[in-house]
Every structure is written in C-alpha cells, then in structure tokens.
C-alpha cells in the first residue's frame, strides 16, 4: 500500500450496541484516498456504508475495536468531531438534522468562523460572511429567505440538500464524505450535489461518494469504485466497476469474496 | 400538622417584632409542604431565619451592582430600590411617570389572610412603586430595578402598585439582584384597564445565598393585555406566583416564563389564571433548563368560571434536563365550569438531542457551543413570544450572560 498521507484506513473493525449486544458492523475495513481523488463507496443495503461514514466523521454511538484512520498525517479517530472539521472533514448527511429555534444563517456564520478559528485564519465579521454566503446561494439557486429560517425545518428534500452543499461550499472541506446524499432527490437536486462536488475538484479537494446507485455517479465521475459487503471493500476498481454494478447487480462480487 | 410547628418559628416571630402594620396578618404559620400549594417547594431553609430590618443602602455595592446587571447602552427610564428604599440619587428619567407617594394601607388585591407569604409583605412593607398611567398615554419602557445588599441575614418587602388606565400602555423590565444571605419579598398589584396594555419582563438573578419570593396579582378588564416574561436564573430558592384574573371580555393574559438553573438552585413558577369573563385568551409557555442538582417546579391553574364561554386556554411546560440529577415537578391543573371552551395543556422532559449535537459539531463547533446554541434555541420561543420585541435583545443578552458564567 502507498502512503500517500492523506486518508488510509487500516484493518478498521466497529461496532455498536443493539439493545445492549454489541453487533460488529465494519470488519476489518482498508480504504486508501490520494489527495485529489474522487471514490465512490457502492454496496448493498447494511454493508456499512452509513457506519464508514459516522466513523470518520466521529459519531460517538460506533466503538472502534480495531485498526486506524490517518488524515493528513493525523490519527483521525482520536479527535473530536469538530476537530475533524476543522481538519478538513465535511460529511454530507443523508437526513440533515433540523435545529428548530437555530437561524440558519447564525448556524453557518457561527460554524464557518469556528473553523477558520482552528485553522488559524481570521474570522469572518457580518458584512464579510453575508458577502460570501450570498455568493454561494446565488451560485446554488437559493432564496436569502432559506438563511433566514430555522435550520432544515421545513425544508424540502431539495432545500435540505442544497443547504449541506451550502455548509459544504462554505467550510472549504479537503475531504466530503456524501452519505447517500442521493436518495429522495430528483434530478435537479441531484445536479445541485453534483456540481457543489465538481466545483470543489481539485489537487486539495478529494471526496468520498457513499451511493446505492449508478445514477449520482453520472454527474460526479469517481476517479475509483469499491465494492462495499459485509463490513469490508470486497472489490475496487475504475469507474467501470460502477457500470458493472448497475448492470450485473452486486451477486459476482459477493461469491467471489466469499 | 406537627410539620407546621416547625415553620412557625424563628422567622416568623421576628416578622411580627419587626412589623409596622397590620400584625393579625402574620398570625398564620409558613405554609409546609402538607399545604397543596407549597407540596413541592419547602420554606423549611427560610422559615428558620430570625431575617433582620435591611441595613441602610450602600449605594456604592449597589451602584456596581447596577453598572454589572444593566446594560450601560440601555436608554430606558429606570426606578431603582436599594435595600427595599426607593433611591432617587440611582433613579432616571422618572419625570415623565406619573409616580405617587407610598401609602403602606394601599394593598387590596394581595390576600393577606389567606396567603403567608403575602401576608408578610401586608405587615412589612415600607416602600414600593405607586404608578399610574393615564388614559389612553404610551408610557413607553420603564425599568424597575431592585437591589438588594448587605452583610447578615435580612429581609426587603416592597409593594408595588401599577395601574395602567382605559388604553394605556407600558413596557417594564422588572431587574431583581444583589449580594448577601437576604429575603427578597416584591408583591405587585397590577391593574389593566379597558384596551390597555402592558409588558412586564421580570429577570430574577438573585445572590446564589439569597431567597426571593414574589407575588403578582394582575386584574385584566375588557381587551386588555397583560403580557408577562419571567427569566428565573438566580437565588438559592425562589418562587414567583401569578394570580391573574380576566376580568372583561375579549381579555389576555399571557404567564410565560424560562427557569435557568445551575448548582443546587430551587425555582417555582406558580400561576393562578382565573376566566371570569367570555372570550378571553390566557396563554403560558414554560420552559426549564435545569443542570447540576437543581430543581424546577411549574404548578399552573387555569381556572374557568361558568359563565366564561369560549375561553381560549393554552400551557405549556418544557424541561430540559442537562444532568441525571436535575429534577423538575410539573403539576398542570385545570378547573372548567363553562362547556364551551378551548384549554388545552401539555408537558416535555427531555436532554439534548445527540444527533443535532453531532450535526453541530460535524459543522466545527466545538461541543460545549454547540450545547450552548441548542440551549437557546430551546429557549427562543419562549422569549419571542413577548410582544415587545424590543425586550427580546435584553433576555437573549442576559440568557446568553447566564450561559458564558455557568460554564
């Protein structure tokens, strides 16, 4: 394996308590992103997907029983989840959380200054943010309206996902992770996440691209794809790999593993 | 009750030494908690301080006490009591207020025989805000600001009397702080006449060692409003009890509140909202976020006359419980003798939300923040629902204070 310093995983194993049994849902996880690389995660309902992403961005529900996450020289699973964030980690939820009573524009300016502050960059003062926060909504279709609301609450599907591309734009990440960011949306939502990931592209930008579906891939071209089944890669390869999938379902690479 | 013996003494005795009116007042016992009204809060801790006569005021204590509690941009008029004593060397803006002499016998809304604690105040008080508002005259914000200060254990019970005349209106911010082991024992007797209206925004930010205990009787006659926030975060053990009558048709009255508390602090919200009329409106939102040991009470009573026909009643009590020994008893109660009526009441329990924590935090806000912003947002509600929004600024300020010292 190459070490390129920026994400690898190594052997990860994770669990988390059902109803006071611990039920191990990664089992021994490698996964390797170059800086600049755009993958995509595809694998069955309950293959861990989601759980890979929690990790990562510091859920506290999952244990880590085994294994690493290096991030940018870092180990990742030591820190907290504003800690990642400030390192560079943005994940994209499939169900972004509603904050009724938090003003969305607040919400962004506060988590925007908070993480220029651990990256030892000025904070934004009102007028600085409100001219930076009004270029991106023009550049994502949105009303200033949506920063006036309380976070989420009401949003439609589209609106929810149009915000964490939002947040996403605005927290400078060196690494999203979209958890199936997909799901529920129609097609115009679905270019919206894609171009929010495209925009990003870049030597310093990499992503991780968590789908159950050929159709997001589409838009965002992934530089590679990994097969994701009971807990681990079973399968990486080029973006030919998600075609396959598409047309010949997930049956091949789960004998072969087994 | 042997229960009541133990209360009778050694406060109460120095009460009647020290009364200068009416002592037949004071020859009840402080209720225990065997008493319906007092089941959840115990006076035991109160009842058993000899409280001395307020020391004279220090006016340099009280002035940083106000230069620290009352925002020094704040343009607003301000009545200041120190120690219980009107003080007009602190006082502001006071001429354009229709402002009366204190007259100890002007108390007839409080029902001293029937209530200790007001019967206290009845036999005690010396002093306390006599204000008229003319008719159909905005009297604008007008700040009450009581301090109280000193070495010992003592004892200040001011009566205020506010009367907001035929379309009237004022705006007060009612500021209670201070320093020392004292009793703070305020009563208001407040009347809104006809299409009148007034704000009343209480802070409660007492000494960690003291004791408040508060007494609001406000009469709403036909179309009036009286619109009241009480933000509860200090003293060792406070309640503040409302008995709010709507008097006249098409009448509101809204009792809402936020009870903050940190340590092993004590605070009761007690109202009484009586419908004696139709067609009025009487709304009560709640909310308490209780840390450490600290213990919250709500007892709300509406109570509906049988001739008060569509009456429109709504309460509702939120706790938040930010530690596994933070305790809050909430006890709802509705009286309905009219059959055409819309009450309705509810009740939540409940600690943060682990997922909105961990959306903040997955945004770069460190976790403490983020507590602190779900906290407020609990908060905002409540505190918008004051019609004067420009009291919202200072409540949100003095939440935000309240957060930044606990922490």
């Known amino acids: 394996m190459t070490m390129t310093d920026f994400l690898t995983v190594t052997n990860l194993r994770a669990r988390i308590d059902d109803n006071g049994t611990p039920k191990e849902i990664l089992r021994g996880l490698d996964l390797e992103i170059p800086p600049g690389e755009v993958h995509a995660i595809m694998g069955p309902n309950g293959s861990g997907k989601s759980t890979l992403s929690y990790v990562l961005s510091g859920r506290e529900e999952y244990e880590v029983t085994e294994g690493s996450v290096r991030f940018k020289g870092q180990d990742l699973l030591a820190l907290e989840p504003d800690e990642r964030a400030a390192l560079g980690v943005f994940l994209a939820f499939q169900a972004p959380v509603e904050l009724p009573g938090v003003n969305n524009a607040n919400f962004l300016r506060t988590a925007v200054n908070a993480v220029r502050r651990a990256r030892g960059e000025a904070e934004l003062d009102a007028v600085g943010f409100l001219k930076a926060v009004r270029a991106e909504t023009k550049r994502l279709h949105m009303s200033d309206e949506m920063l006036k609301r309380q976070v989420n609450v009401g949003f439609s599907g589209g609106e929810k996902k149009r915000n964490e591309v939002l947040q996403m734009r605005m927290l400078a990440p060196s690494l999203a992770i979209l958890d199936e960011t997909d799901s529920g949306l129609d097609i115009d939502a679905l270019r919206i996440v894609a171009d929010g990931v495209n925009s990003l592209r870049g030597p310093d930008f990499s992503a991780l691209v968590i789908t159950h579906h050929q159709r997001l891939l589409d838009y965002i071209h992934p530089d590679r794809v990994h097969v994701m089944a009971q807990g681990r890669i079973i399968h990486s390869g080029g973006p030919e790999v998600a075609h396959e999938l598409e047309a010949k379902g997930y049956a091949r690479y789960l004998q072969a593993a087994a | ?407």
């Open chain 2, 1 to 407: 009750m042997n229960a009541i013996t133990t209360l009778q003494a050694p406060a109460l005795e120095r009460f009647i030494a020290r009364a200068r009116g009416d002592v037949s007042v004071l020859r009840g016992d402080l209720p225990t908690r065997a008493v319906e009204a007092w089941h959840y809060t115990s006076l035991r801790d109160v009842a058993k301080v000899p409280f001395e006569d307020a020391p004279d005021a220090d006016f340099e204590a009280a002035r940083a006490l106000i230069d620290a509690h009352f925002p020094a941009d704040l343009n607003m008029a301000r009545a200041v009591f120190v120690n219980g004593r009107f003080t007009p060397d602190l006082s502001t803006g006071l001429e354009a207020f229709d402002i009366a002499a204190f007259s100890p016998g002007s108390g007839a809304m409080a029902r001293p025989e029937r209530d200790a604690i007001a019967g206290i105040n009845a036999a005690l008080a010396q002093d306390g805000l006599t204000l008229r508002v003319p008719q159909d005259v905005d009297a604008g914000r007008l700040a009450l600001i009581s301090v109280d200060v000193g070495q010992g254990r003592f004892s200040t019970h001011p009566r205020h009397r506010i009367v907001l005349e035929d379309g009237a209106a004022l705006s007060l911010l009612d500021l209670n702080f201070g320093s020392g082991a004292y009793l703070s024992n305020p009563v208001f007797e407040i009347v809104v006449g006809d299409r009148a209206r007034l704000t009343h925004a209480k802070v409660q930010d007492e000494d960690c060692e003291a004791f408040h205990l508060a007494l609001v009787y406000a009469d709403v006659a036909t179309r009036g409003l009286y619109d009241s926030f009480t933000l509860t975060m200090g003293a060792a053990l406070s309640r503040h009890e409302v008995h709010a009558g709507l008097l006249g048709g098409h009448a509101t009255v809204h009792v809402n509140a936020a009870q903050l508390l940190d340590g092993d602090r004590h605070a009761d919200l007690t109202s009484v909202i009586t419908h004696g009329n139709p067609d009025c409106v009487s709304r009560q939102t709640v909310k308490n976020v209780l840390l450490d040991t600290s213990h919250g009470v709500f007892q709300g009573k509406i109570y509906v006359d049988r001739i008060a026909q569509k009456t429109d009643g709504y309460q509702m009590n939120q706790a938040l419980l930010l530690s596994d020994r933070a305790q809050i008893d909430s006890k709802p109660e509705l009286e309905i003798y009219a059959d055409d009526v819309r009450c309705s009441h509810g009740a939540t329990v409940g600690a943060l939300d682990e997922e909105q924590l961990f959306y903040l935090q997955s945004r770069g806000i460190p976790r403490d923040d983020a507590r602190a912003m779900l906290v407020r947002a609990f908060l905002t509600d409540a505190i918008a629902l004051i019609e004067d929004e420009g009291m919202h600024t200072l409540l949100d300020a003095a939440v935000d204070a309240w957060w930044a010292r606990r922490s």
